[in-house]
């Protein structure tokens, strides 16, 4: 029987998004305060990496910028050896705010590689499998439906047809991305978005 998982779509959609969200509370950032889970970065998960090809995962009240530079403070032991000891004096020359760190926390400056979008590849893997969720800079093979749908609300759940017999569908190829609809999060096809939630299978090809 496949496992049902709620929808935890980040509603933070974009880098630029969790840029201005991150500025707007510098000041919980600095004091180490981890918003509550109903708060905007409370509820966004952020895929980094550090090193070529290995990815992290983290909530977006863990992340500042500098410029252009994202930088995570991290328990992370393995990324101890990237410590950027200038990030801290960094931070205060750019919001006026002493960083907190606390006892083996560490700052790394970090490649941002997409956003949660609550949606999962497959049903059997466990919640915290964050490899078997679907982010934004993931290439996609996707198909999807356009007409009678009922939509999925996330997780592991798909689309389902309502006709009978039900539409087999249309194909697409693409980068998942934050869409700034109702629905959240689609592929870009052409001159049209297909939204997650009209698709009826979805499967991982890459990370750009």
Do not use: W
Request: proline share 2%.
């Amino acid at each position: 029987m496949a496992i049902l998982m709620r929808n935890t779509a980040s509603p933070i959609r974009s880098r630029e998004e969790l840029r201005q969200a991150v500025e707007a509370s510098a000041s919980d950032i600095a004091d180490r305060h981890v918003p509550d889970r109903t708060t905007l970065l409370g509820q966004c998960v952020v895929r980094y990496s550090v090193e070529t090809d290995t990815y992290y995962y983290t909530k977006g009240c863990d992340i500042f910028f500098i410029n252009e530079q994202m930088y995570v403070v991290t328990r992370h032991s393995r990324l101890k050896k990237f410590h950027d000891k200038d990030g801290v004096g960094k931070f205060r020359d750019k919001y006026g705010l002493d960083l907190k760190i606390n006892a083996g926390e560490h700052v790394v400056k970090a490649r941002f590689k997409g956003i949660d979008t609550g949606f999962r590849y497959k049903s059997h893997r466990r919640t915290l499998d964050y490899s078997n969720h679907v982010f934004t800079y993931d290439v996609v093979n996707a198909e999807y439906i356009t007409r009678d749908i009922e939509i999925s609300k996330g997780g592991s759940r798909r689309a389902i047809s309502r006709r009978t017999p039900p539409d087999k569908g249309m194909s697409v190829i693409g980068i998942v991305q934050g869409c700034g609809d109702e629905h959240d999060f689609g592929i870009p096809a052409d001159e049209r978005i297909v939204f997650l939630a009209h698709c009826t299978r979805l499967t991982k090809v890459g990370i750009t």
